[in-house]
């Protein structure tokens, strides 16, 4: 019974504090142990949690922007086109019908994808890693942030559009001559309308909101590019 007593002093054996002090040693051994093994998958998870995320909001709100320039775009067009008729109607209803009819709901859903599809995740990407390498706001960060948009992505964003443009209509054959005669008068006007534009961008808007902005902005820009594209 000695040895049961004992249990009640250190253990069954009468070890007492050689075997906490063994214990506690053994647990500390075991869970330095299991640290080291966890540590692959913290880092699987970290990597997994930092891990590409579709810009969904920013997706979403350019989608809808470039479906509003399109819109304009098209109202405007019947409107000029049944200018006279429209000017000459009193009646509300009459000028509505006339244009809201013969949509082009293909051309609609093509700048509407190219908005959720490429430019909000695209643009999205860029700000981010403009941000990151130039953090700062400072004059020569704003500068060089304007002139990287107007080289970099303004070309890339003419580019892709046209050619997002000529895949729709199945015209890819026609690409080059878009190219050679729109390309650059339409990269040039973007400058006068940009630059402006980008220099509120990266000097007053955070991040978060830039494709909003830049996206609100683009509503005039898309309606010029609509414009431009259906000619």
Same mark, same amino acid.
């Given at each position: 019974?000695?040895?049961?007593?004992?249990?009640?002093?250190?253990? +069954?054996?009468?070890?007492?504090?050689? *075997? *906490?002090?063994?214990?506690?040693?053994?647990?500390?051994?075991?869970?330095?142990?299991?640290?080291?093994? /966890?540590?692959?998958?913290? @880092?699987?998870?970290?990597?997994?949690?930092?891990?590409?995320?579709?810009?969904? !909001?920013?997706?979403?709100? /350019?989608? %809808?922007?470039?479906? &509003?320039?399109?819109?304009?775009? !098209?109202?405007? *067009?019947?409107?000029?086109?049944? $200018?006279? &008729?429209?000017?000459?109607?009193?009646? +509300?209803?009459?000028?509505?019908?006339?244009?809201? @009819?013969?949509?082009?709901?293909?051309?609609?859903?093509?700048?509407? /994808?190219?908005?959720?599809?490429?430019?909000?995740?695209?643009?999205?990407?860029?700000?981010?890693?403009?941000?990151?390498?130039?953090?700062?706001? #400072?004059?020569?960060?704003?500068?060089?942030? %304007?002139?990287? #948009? !107007?080289?970099?992505?303004?070309?890339?964003?003419?580019?892709?559009?046209? =050619?997002?443009?000529?895949?729709?209509?199945?015209?890819?054959?026609?690409?080059?001559? $878009?190219?050679? #005669?729109?390309?650059?008068?339409?990269?040039?006007?973007?400058?006068?309308?940009? +630059?402006?534009?980008?220099?509120?961008?990266?000097? %007053?808007?955070?991040? !978060?909101?830039?494709? =909003?902005?830049?996206?609100?902005?683009?509503?005039?820009?898309?309606?010029?590019?609509?414009?431009?594209?259906?000619?």
């Amino acid at each position: 019974m000695g040895y049961l007593g004992a249990a009640g002093n250190g253990g +069954i054996w009468g070890m007492g504090p050689f *075997h *906490h002090n063994f214990r506690r040693r053994s647990n500390k051994k075991r869970d330095a142990n299991n640290k080291r093994e /966890s540590k692959p998958s913290n @880092s699987l998870d970290s990597a997994a949690a930092g891990g590409y995320q579709f810009p969904l !909001q920013q997706a979403a709100t /350019s989608s %809808v922007l470039c479906l &509003t320039g399109d819109t304009i775009a !098209q109202l405007r *067009h019947r409107w000029v086109r049944n $200018k006279g &008729t429209l000017a000459n109607s009193g009646d +509300i209803k009459d000028i509505i019908t006339t244009l809201s @009819s013969e949509h082009d709901y293909i051309r609609a859903l093509r700048m509407s /994808s190219y908005g959720f599809l490429l430019y909000g995740p695209g643009s999205y990407a860029w700000y981010q890693l403009l941000d990151q390498f130039m953090p700062q706001k #400072n004059v020569q960060n704003l500068t060089a942030k %304007v002139v990287l #948009n !107007q080289v970099v992505l303004g070309p890339t964003v003419i580019g892709v559009i046209f =050619a997002w443009n000529n895949l729709w209509l199945g015209k890819l054959s026609e690409l080059p001559d $878009k190219y050679k #005669n729109d390309a650059l008068p339409t990269l040039l006007t973007g400058f006068k309308f940009w +630059i402006p534009v980008s220099i509120l961008n990266f000097g %007053v808007v955070p991040l !978060q909101a830039r494709v =909003a902005f830049m996206s609100i902005s683009s509503i005039f820009w898309n309606f010029y590019l609509s414009s431009t594209m259906s000619r």
